[in-house]
């Protein structure tokens, strides 16, 4: 079966640093996505990962283990705005169809 | 460069009657894809068109649902007749490749 694990709800302080972590168990894989959702707005996509590392976008950074199913976002420097949901995704082997997670809702407080 | 634009934006129906939902995508984008949400889900996948052919439609909930493409430019997503679990907000995307520009969704609401 298809299984995306991420955490329901986070909070952090504005400035600081917050890890969103994925776990995931599908039967095919063509990448791991993370998209931003602000309340009543679009997904918007923020990072891709197909091999194993870091890979680093400003603030943001996403972390991929194939081996391990297991992927992360970090955010650096929090800002208000940044309180959104973030969603990750895994791509289908072929067809490019996502397969989300159910979101987390990341409060950034003061 | 104009984003994914879907129609309406809220829909609000009585169990029965019928509904169409349409996406434009972004203009030379050949993938579009349908996503669904139902309250407290996850987005899930509905079907995938390349150009105005279906690519994959294993995602469709069943027959009251019908998605069309046509020239391979806007579709349209038909809920016949709605029922009540088919409420939710449904997400329409586009890409060139692995990337997939999302639409602001439109929430249908059936009573």
């Known amino acids: 079966g298809q299984n995306i694990d991420q955490p329901t709800e986070m909070t952090a302080t504005e400035g600081a640093i917050v890890q969103i972590n994925c776990t995931y168990q599908t039967s095919g894989f063509n990448g791991l996505f993370w998209y931003q959702q602000h309340a009543g707005e679009a997904p918007t996509f923020l990072s891709y990962n197909v091999l194993d590392g870091l890979e680093e976008k400003g603030r943001f950074s996403s972390f991929l283990s194939r081996s391990k199913g297991y992927s992360y976002l970090l955010l650096k420097e929090l800002q208000m705005k940044d309180s959104a949901s973030y969603l990750c995704?895994?791509?289908?082997?072929?067809?490019?169809?996502?397969?989300f997670g159910q979101g987390t809702t990341l409060q950034v407080k003061p | 460069e104009a984003g994914v634009t879907q129609f309406p934006s809220h829909s609000v129906i009585e169990k029965g009657q019928t509904v169409t939902l349409r996406c434009d995508p972004i203009s030379g984008h050949d993938n579009l894809y349908w996503y669904r949400r139902v309250m407290g889900k996850e987005i899930k996948f509905l079907l995938h068109f390349v150009k105005e052919s279906k690519q994959d439609e294993s995602g469709m909930p069943n027959n009251r649902f019908l998605a069309e493409r046509t020239g391979g430019t806007y579709s349209t997503l038909k809920v016949q007749p709605a029922e009540l679990e088919d409420s939710g907000v449904y997400f329409c995307?586009?890409?060139?490749?692995?990337?997939?520009?999302f639409g602001p969704g439109t929430r249908l609401t059936v009573t």
């Open positions: 995704a895994v791509g289908s082997s072929n067809t490019g169809k996502l397969i």
């Open positions: 995307a586009s890409s060139r490749s692995y990337e997939q520009y």
